[in-house]
T-cell receptor, first 115, second 114 residues
Framework: KAGVTQTPRYLIKTRGQQVTLSCSPI?????VSWYQQTPGQGLQFLFE???????NKGNFPGRFSGRQFSNSRSEMNVSTLELGDSALYLC??????????????FGEGSRLTVL | AQSVTQPDIHITVSEGASLELRCNYS??????LFWYVQSPGQGLQLLLK??????LVQGIKGFEAEFKRSQSSFNLRKPSVHWSDAAEYFC????????????FGRGTSLIVHP
């Protein structure tokens, strides 16, 4: 079974630009969550989508948005990039048979650098 | 609301020594508990999980963890550490009802000396 795939793995943007990150979950998983990871703030929850609906949202400004498609693939978008948005963005899928709340399968992440 | 505390930011051990990483949680009912590991430049990988039954759970890579309700703890252990175990370790708690989002601890960085 293929794991969670995130693209791109690395990207460099400049302040003010926008970026779109993509995540393909494990086949059969209907929930996709996004996390931002930085050395100073640790792992912070952005949002979670389930069956194309945003089910949970973290405490991030409106510049951060996401969506989920009918095939469960998800994208997140960050507009008007700031230096502080430099981070590793992790996608996680869950919801397979017998899954527990908190049992997540992570991708390798997208490393965003904002200059 | 649930919370997780990992008191140790860094832990340094010698290769071959035993390891214990601490995790304390706060949750009203019986929680679902997890340990994840993150190698440099990688995503998180599930090491083990607890949701009911035997309080000593075995995971991958030779790790185990023990759930102690009286101490609200779920400490991770390994009898003999290998250099490849150097990584960041995260404890997480999931609720059986309500939010579908687990709460993660801040992580413990494990350094292994040869």
């Amino acid at each position: 079974k293929a794991g969670v795939t995130q693209t791109p793995r690395y990207l460099i943007k400049t302040r003010g630009q926008q970026v779109t990150l993509s995540c393909s979950p494990i086949s059969g998983h209907r929930s996709v969550s996004w996390y931002q990871q930085t050395p100073g703030q640790g792992l912070q929850f952005l949002f979670e989508y389930f069956s194309e609906t945003q089910r949970n949202k973290g405490n991030f400004p409106g510049r951060f948005s996401g969506r989920q498609f009918s095939n469960s693939r998800s994208e997140m978008n960050v507009s008007t990039l700031e230096l502080g948005d430099s981070a590793l963005y992790l996608c996680a899928s869950s919801g397979g048979q017998g899954a527990l709340v908190g049992e997540l399968f992570f991708g390798e992440g997208s490393r965003l650098t904002v200059l | 609301a649930q919370s997780v505390t990992q008191p140790d930011i860094h832990i340094t051990v010698s290769e071959g020594a035993s390891l214990e990483l601490r995790c304390n949680y706060s949750y009203g009912a019986t929680p679902y508990l997890f340990w994840y590991v993150q190698s440099p430049g990688q995503g998180l990988q599930l090491l083990l999980k607890y949701f009911s039954g035997d309080t000593l759970v075995q995971g991958i890579k030779g790790f185990e963890a023990e759930f102690k309700r009286s101490q609200s703890s779920f400490n991770l252990r390994k009898p003999s550490v290998h250099w490849s175990d150097a990584a960041e370790y995260f404890c997480a708690v999931g609720a059986s009802g309500g939010s579908y989002i687990p709460t993660f601890g801040r992580g413990t960085s494990l350094i292994v000396h040869p």
